[in-house]
């Protein structure tokens, strides 16, 4: 099967191609075909599926908006799976218990907190943007502009693998910290017959959330959201615009997913990454996986090898800090937390970097440098050359060594 040829990014259950290429399920556009492709229309045909292929030693991924991955220009070889379910449900909703709510694993994410705003459901507003789904959520503790979502979640059912049941995670249990849980870690760990990666051994099916009601944001904790709504850090502003001020910011940054490219006008072998009609010009910057590194989170005695001038921020825990009301996190004061980007600039890599300079296929973001860009037919490998340059760069320029955030499928770098 050509490029040119690939199914749509959201086939119908009815219509699946067995074979879809990972670069149309992907942000970044790269990546190889599938072995076989599955999308999942209740929780029993997710869990079945995963299921089936453990058993038969077959490899599973499961995907969710396909933001945060890098796959291998060779593919995948097992089943891709997809939860195609999508509906918030409202468990109960009132101004002494707040509104519990919960949601499957497919559900939309930027779908979910607009919802949030929209109906007074607070602490979800500066995670606007973001692209994905529900289920990707906690599993990475996504995070942005000062907020994640563990100063939200309840639960998490999963699947486990391991046990082969569905279990329920209480918040106590998932092990929140900066851009991990106990779901990332389980894709790790060797425990139970794993490692189980590139899929976690717990699987999301469904996620409960608990938030407070109410017109006015969380305390607002970037400095940068504070000043484009002219408020101090700690306060807190309307929620609707706390949500337009952090959609704007990310769209200055090319951080949001680029609605004028349809997901089956793939750029492999097209002039400047134009779909087949000739008629849409996409924003190659806003081809990614987002924040490509994470900022670096270090004990704070070794916070004076950093150069001078380099960020700190403070390391919050999910746990708030007051039970009176919307707070921010805990300061642990054990860490320190510096800006990927900063180093990255500082060791010489521009907004526009490329290995091969204007040439190359894959450069960093012409808007943001933490965002490594597909600027029309780059391959997974031009990816991975870009990722190592920029990491072994701030590596010998500041002794810090960036992790970076996605999950790379049959990549290392």
């Not at 320190?336 to 500082?346: D, R």
């Amino acid at each position: 099967m050509s490029p040119d040829t690939r199914h749509d990014l959201e086939p119908t259950v009815d219509d699946v191609d067995p074979n879809p290429y990972l670069a149309d399920m992907t942000s970044l556009r790269v990546g190889g075909p599938a072995d076989r492709y599955v999308l999942a229309s209740s929780e029993a045909e997710l869990v079945e599926t995963v299921r089936a292929a453990d058993d038969a030693g077959i490899p599973v991924l499961v995907i969710g908006g396909g933001s945060n991955l890098l796959v291998s220009d060779e593919g995948f070889g097992g089943v891709v799976v997809r939860d195609g379910r999508q509906g918030v449900e409202v468990d109960a909703q009132d101004t002494c218990g707040g509104a519990s709510v919960h949601a499957p694993a497919g559900q939309d994410w930027d779908a979910l907190v607009a919802r949030a705003v929209g109906e007074g459901w607070v602490g979800l507003e500066a995670l606007s943007g973001i692209p994905g789904t529900l289920g990707a959520a906690p599993v990475q503790n996504i995070g942005a502009y000062g907020q994640e979502v563990a100063g939200v979640v309840a639960s998490v059912r999963t699947y486990d693998r391991a046990q082969q049941r569905v279990r329920t995670l209480a918040f106590g249990e998932l092990g929140f910290a900066y851009r991990t849980s106990l779901l990332k870690e389980s894709m790790y760990s060797p425990a139970d017959g794993g490692p189980w990666y590139p899929t976690p051994r717990f699987v999301v099916l469904d996620v409960a959330l608990q938030m407070r009601l109410g017109t006015l944001s969380a305390p607002v904790a970037y400095p940068e959201l504070a000043r484009t709504l002219g408020v101090q850090v700690g306060d807190r502003a309307p929620s609707d615009e706390v949500r337009a001020a952090v959609l704007a910011l990310r769209a200055g940054k090319g951080m949001l997913l680029d609605p004028a490219v349809r997901p089956d006008a793939p750029s492999v072998g097209r002039p400047n990454g134009s779909a087949s009609d000739g008629t849409v010009a996409p924003d190659h910057d806003r081809w990614s996986a987002g924040s490509f590194f994470t900022n670096p989170v270090i004990p704070v005695e070794g916070a004076d090898r950093l150069p001078e001038g380099a960020p700190r921020y403070p390391v919050r825990s999910p746990l708030p800090s007051t039970t009176t009301g919307p707070s921010l996190g805990v300061v642990d004061p054990a860490w320190v937390k510096t800006s990927a980007a900063w180093l990255i600039e500082h060791a010489g890599f521009g907004k526009g970097w490329g290995v091969h300079g204007e040439a190359s296929l894959a450069r960093l973001s012409t808007r943001h440098t933490l965002a490594l860009t597909n600027r029309g037919g780059a391959s997974a490998q031009d990816v991975v050359q870009l990722a190592r340059a920029v990491r072994d760069g701030v590596l010998d320029a500041f002794g810090v060594e960036l992790v970076p955030e996605p999950v790379l499928v049959g990549l290392s770098l």
